[in-house]
């Protein structure tokens, strides 16, 4: 156990990513301050937990005082019984916050099935579905008009359902993307974007929020395979983070370019489940399988990157983890 610990340690001493150039603003251990909390997709207790500010990422390591200040699971929602949470809600991979006309919500996936949008002040789903065990969902977004898209990795598919329309709603639009793992609404565009394995692509959404169209706009070609995370460059709005089977990249759409981003060593940048930066710290979240339980594709360690810092979290086994805006905050 001393030398698995030791090696996380290392991985973390390693990392030292090299954003200057790539518009993220760098901060000095001493000057980072309490930020934003972290959700974390545990597929043990299959809930999402949204912990404390990561400002000491190296405490909490006993397993049961994680800094749990809100959680969910689809197996404790009376409103989703009709959906089999039992089957649908297994292996939860994915947890977004997002804010819609003025409520926060959480968006999440499980590989069972569910796709769910959860009012975070009450609990109840805004709107939830079972898009079949089959399809692999891995992640979710929701648009201004209350439409939900959903990636699915094994079905192949970014569906953009007619949540607008009732909280059971299954109509949907769909285009057919291989290996579909990542989807991310861009407001300042009004695009869609989604990764798949081997393309990142932008879609326009038309027709009506009831009968929703959608049209390529753009497709690009990733610069190896393997697409898995798509998540925005918070310090440098418009551009994309977009994690591949081995790299990290960031993509720029105005220059139509990919760029490599360095964490200091092939094993920090490989297989991200996860990535994004936080805001104001420039702090750079990463998630990916640490190889030491029976779960091959989880990890019980968060790792963060300038300054760096590892953070255990004991008796879990976390798919993905993303930042997560106080709760006063509206983003």
């Known amino acids: 156990m001393r030398g698995l610990r030791s090696a996380r340690m290392a991985r973390a001493a390693l990392v030292a990513v090299v954003l200057v150039g790539l518009g993220v603003p760098t901060a000095p251990a001493g000057a980072v301050r309490p930020g934003w909390a972290v959700a974390v997709v545990d597929q043990v207790s299959r809930r999402v937990l949204v912990l404390r500010s990561s400002e000491e990422p190296t405490a909490h390591r006993h397993p049961d005082r994680l800094p749990v200040v809100w959680s969910w699971s689809a197996d404790r929602a009376p409103d989703l019984a009709d959906l089999a949470p039992a089957r649908t809600w297994s ?3 994915e947890a977004k916050s997002r804010t819609r006309a003025g409520r926060r919500h959480l968006l999440t996936t499980a590989s069972g099935g569910l796709a769910a949008v959860v009012d975070t002040a009450t609990g109840g789903a805004y709107w939830a579905t079972d898009t079949g065990r089959a399809a692999n969902p891995h992640s979710v977004e929701l648009l201004p008009d209350g439409n939900v898209a959903v990636a699915a990795s094994t079905g192949g598919w970014v569906r953009l359902y007619t949540a607008s329309q009732g909280p059971r709603s299954t109509g949907y639009a769909e285009y057919r993307l291989p290996g579909a793992h990542g989807v991310h609404w861009d407001g300042r565009t009004g695009l869609l974007w989604a ?18 169209v959608l049209t390529v706009v753009r497709s690009v070609a990733l610069p190896e395979s393997g697409g898995h995370d798509l998540a925005p460059v918070l310090a440098a709005p418009g551009r994309f983070w977009v994690s591949t089977a081995t790299h990290l990249w960031q993509y720029d759409p105005a220059g139509g370019r990919f ?30 399988p640490d190889h030491a339980g ?7 360690v968060l790792t963060l990157h300038r300054p760096g810092g590892v953070r255990v979290l004991p008796g879990t086994q976390v798919y993905k983890a993303r930042w997560w805006p106080s709760w006063g905050d509206t983003r």
Do not use: H, I, N, Q
């Not at 360095?262 to 990916?288: F, I, Q, W």
């Open 91 to 93: 292996m939860p991979d």
């Open 195 to 212: 990764v798949g394995d081997d393309l990142l692509t932008a879609l326009r959404v038309g027709g009506t929020p009831a009968v929703p």
């Open 294 to 300: 029976a779960c091959s594709w989880c990890t019980s």
């Open 259 to 288: 760029t490599r981003v360095r964490l200091g060593g092939e094993a920090a940048e490989r297989d991200l489940k996860s990535v994004g930066d936080e805001p104001g710290t420039g702090r750079l979240l990463t998630a990916a």
